[in-house]
């Protein structure tokens, strides 16, 4: 009966593996076509999104830096403030210029608080609001997460040459 199956399965093509991996090749091409190029100074919609929100957390943290903002009782030092500023202003900033690495970044700040927000709503969520707040943020930032996808796969496409 093996022998038979074997034999079977050479005439039908051999690996049921290959052929799995052609067909989601296939998709993937058809998924690549389908994608529309940036125009010159063009960014997806999510990516500029992400850019203000990168920018609007830069300021905050100067803001609430030169306002006094204690955390945990003290005064945040010097390097705890210029650290975090200058990391997600250059987020920012490469992001409205749709740089693949800027929004790479951001989603990798995604992730980190879409772990910390399942771990928050599994082991310290309490209340009613705390809960309601922590699924509401894993909410937005998954969401946020799947929609950079896409817009990833158009700002690292190539210009598409026309065919003669």
């Known amino acids: ?6 034999r ?10 290959a052929r799995g991996y052609a067909k989601a090749e296939e998709r993937n091409q058809a998924a690549r076509e389908a994608l529309e190029p940036l125009g010159p100074g063009q960014r997806p ?9 990168a ?3 830069a300021i905050s943290i100067v803001v609430g830096y030169a306002a006094g903002t ?12 210029v650290a975090p500023t200058l990391l997600m202003g250059i987020m920012a900033w490469g992001m409205w210029r749709a740089r693949y ?4 970044g951001f989603q990798l700040l ?3 608080l879409i772990f910390s927000a399942f771990f928050g709503l599994t082991l310290q969520a309490s ?18 997460f799947f929609f950079m996808v896409k817009a990833m796969a158009r700002i690292q496409m190539p210009e598409r040459v026309p065919r003669d």
């Open 55 to 57: 920018a609007l957390i």
């Open 8 to 17: 079977k399965r050479k005439q039908r093509g051999g690996n049921p593996m």
């Open 70 to 81: 204690k955390v945990n009782g003290e005064v945040p030092k010097l390097a705890q403030v």
């Open 127 to 144: 209340t009613v609001p705390q809960f309601a707040g922590t699924l509401a943020l894993l909410a937005v930032a998954g969401t946020f």
């Open 101 to 104: 690495w800027a929004v790479l």
């Open 45 to 53: 919609l999510v990516v500029t999104i992400g850019a203000v929100v």
């Open 1 to 6: 009966m093996a022998e038979e199956e074997r």
């Open 110 to 112: 995604l992730v980190f």
